[in-house]
């Protein structure tokens, strides 16, 4: 099996994933999963469809992550390996659809508006 690759997205966080066949590496930015998300919560949103399909030591996983903050990325990786394990079995996207892993969060930040401290917030009113 060659490399397959897959692009997830986030809000403003892009991942480019490469799965191959291997013994469960994940490499994000030339460094280990570990050191790039220190939280163990993050890790497992990372892991979720591996464990979905009991593949965690099945692939070794190549990421480039880049825009957004640590937790739009690591939803965004989740995306992008789930797209690429249907790339790899088409019979795992019943399976990973299910657990909802295939659908892209498509909410964004709304923009601020002029007069208007933020998008919705107001300035404060007084009357005197």
Known sequence: MERINALGRRKSA???????EGTGKITINKRDLVEYFPSSILQFVV??????????EKYD?????????????SQAL??????????????DKKAL???????????????????????????QFSKR
């Open 14 to 20: 892009v991942a480019r994933v490469y799965v191959s």
């Open 47 to 56: 892991k979720q469809p591996l464990n979905t399909l009991e593949a965690v």
């Open 61 to 73: 996983i190549v990421a480039n992550l880049n825009g957004g903050g640590f937790t739009g990325q």
């Open 78 to 91: 989740r995306l992008a390996i789930a797209r690429a394990l249907v790339k790899i079995n088409e019979e």
């Open 97 to 123: 659809r299910a657990e909802g892993f295939l659908t892209r969060d498509s909410r964004e930040v709304e923009r601020k508006k002029p007069g208007r401290p933020k998008a919705r917030r107001r300035f």
